[in-house]
């Protein structure tokens, strides 16, 4: 199944994924696929299995040309544009980031020379401040990787017969993040605020908080029809169903984590105790374990915004 394929993140380190940077030498790009699934009405969701690609991209395609939702790593370009082919011989006319990690935005060095790219204020922001792009020090983001147009609380792209409508949902996963709705398709791209079938990563350092994150998904539930499909950040092709279990968990949870500060105790304690041993088997086979879980969660509620290590 491709959710087995997806969570070999097991093998990659918390740092890489925090600070989205993957350094070549940690990377065999060669043996990454990017594949293509029909999701609704003009929507496609592209992949990669063989390896850590990135986060899921989201595609409208049509008469109009094809707007991305992400578009992962500079290297897997090639591959991209090669899954796109495949599904349409329009050109790529706008990228929107969900957000500023580069597993969903180092893509735009290339696309961006070509595409016009569209994100949340914070996100063009937070690229612009790196000095570290591809994990290289000194090394500045891309003039052309930067978003062009960038948004304070929603933005619209009306192509192939739809509004593309991305709304801002502010300190969930990051503080720049944007739930992306093909509104006659019937299809959502949550980006980072939605790993379907593992423990989040949630980015304290970067404005992210285990409330906001919760906020944000039960928000986006109370507006999805029954049968919408959902592009998740990382993981499968997902439900509503899904989601609404994911939004349990993440609820749960956090109230475990919030009785144990409420009652004194410390965040080792709680580590020790295995106080959310009980969503392991379904939601720890990710690279998040319970016990960075536990201290995202802890260190949010605390205010403290450090990541686990």
């Not at 090669?82 to 969903?104: E, M, Q, W, Y």
């Not at 720049?176 to 079938?197: A, P, R």
């Not at 994911?246 to 410390?266: D, L, N, P």
């Not at 709680?270 to 939601?283: F, I, S, T």
């Amino acid at each position: 199944m491709r959710r087995a394929a997806l969570l070999v993140w097991g093998s990659l380190s918390l740092a890489l994924v925090s600070s989205s940077r993957l350094a070549a030498q940690e990377a065999d790009w060669s043996k990454i696929e990017i594949k293509a699934e029909k999701v609704a009405g003009n929507v496609y969701m592209l992949y990669g299995v063989g390896g850590f690609a990135g986060g899921n991209i989201g595609v409208s395609v049509g008469d109009d040309g094809i707007v991305l939702v992400d578009d992962e790593f500079e290297a897997l370009v090639p591959k991209i544009e090669a899954a796109l082919r495949g599904i349409s011989d329009k050109p790529v006319r706008f990228v929107l980031n969900t957000h500023f990690h580069g597993d969903h935005t180092h893509g735009n060095k290339v696309f961006g020379l070509k595409s016009t790219i569209v994100a949340h204020d914070n996100v063009r922001k937070r690229l612009a401040a790196n000095d570290k792009f591809d994990n290289k020090p000194g090394t500045p983001t891309p003039r052309q990787a930067l978003p062009i147009i960038t948004f304070d609380s929603k933005v619209s792209v009306n192509l192939n017969g739809e509004e593309i409508r991305g709304i801002h949902f502010p300190a969930g996963h990051t503080d720049g993040d944007t739930v992306v709705f093909f509104t006659q398709s019937k299809v959502v791209h949550m980006g980072d605020d939605f790993f379907n079938g593992t423990f989040p990563f949630i980015d304290l350092e970067a404005g992210g908080s285990a409330k906001g994150y919760v906020a944000a998904v039960e928000k986006v539930l109370s507006e999805l029809p029954d049968d919408v499909k959902i592009i998740p950040g990382h993981g499968g092709l997902a439900t509503k169903a899904d989601l609404q279990a994911f939004a349990a968990m993440m609820r749960e949870t956090t109230a475990i984590v919030e009785k144990g500060i409420q009652a004194g105790e410390t965040l080792e304690q709680m580590q020790r105790a295995k106080v959310l041993a009980a969503y392991d088997a379904k939601w720890g086979g990710g690279f998040m374990k319970s016990e960075g879980f536990i201290a995202e969660i802890y260190n949010s509620l605390k205010g403290v915004a450090k990541n686990p290590s």
